[in-house]
């Protein structure tokens, strides 16, 4: 026999998705719009969790003597709430970037 996860919202309603039981529970909360930064995620990407790694590869000859070199290796990203909608995947408003235009040189114009 096939199990099935079933996801509950607060009100007790099941859904087959986490998604779907996600945008049920921001609607109840009056947030009707899917963030634009995150995607109804509701979680960014923070800062790079780096280690430093000894590579193998990069010893000078590979004789008794060499240092090791240490490369620092990405290893992940720390997750924090989104900073848009506060974590919740899903606004009240709807949300626009906001966009500013720079001058970044003079170019001649052909004629």
Same mark, same amino acid.
């Given at each position: 026999?096939?199990?099935?996860? +079933?996801?509950?919202?607060? =009100? =007790?309603?099941?859904? /087959?998705?986490?998604?779907?039981?996600?945008?049920?529970?921001?609607?109840?909360?009056?947030?009707?719009? $899917?963030? &634009?930064?995150?995607?109804?995620?509701?979680?960014?990407?923070?800062? =790079? $969790?780096?280690? /430093?790694?000894?590579?193998?590869?990069?010893?000078?000859?590979?004789?008794?003597?060499? /240092?090791?070199?240490?490369?620092?290796?990405?290893?992940?990203?720390?997750?924090?709430?989104? /900073? +848009?909608?506060?974590?919740?995947?899903?606004?009240?408003?709807?949300?626009? &970037? +906001?966009?500013?235009?720079?001058?970044?040189?003079?170019? =001649?114009?052909?004629?």
């Amino acid at each position: 026999m096939r199990e099935q996860t +079933v996801f509950l919202a607060h =009100d =007790d309603t099941p859904f /087959s998705t986490a998604f779907e039981c996600k945008q049920h529970e921001a609607k109840l909360a009056g947030k009707t719009y $899917i963030c &634009p930064a995150c995607e109804g995620k509701a979680t960014e990407h923070g800062d =790079d $969790i780096v280690e /430093s790694r000894e590579d193998e590869d990069a010893t000078a000859w590979g004789g008794q003597f060499a /240092s090791p070199v240490y490369r620092d290796v990405v290893v992940g990203h720390k997750v924090v709430p989104c /900073s +848009v909608c506060d974590g919740y995947g899903w606004t009240d408003h709807q949300k626009i &970037p +906001v966009t500013k235009q720079v001058r970044t040189g003079w170019a =001649d114009v052909q004629s």
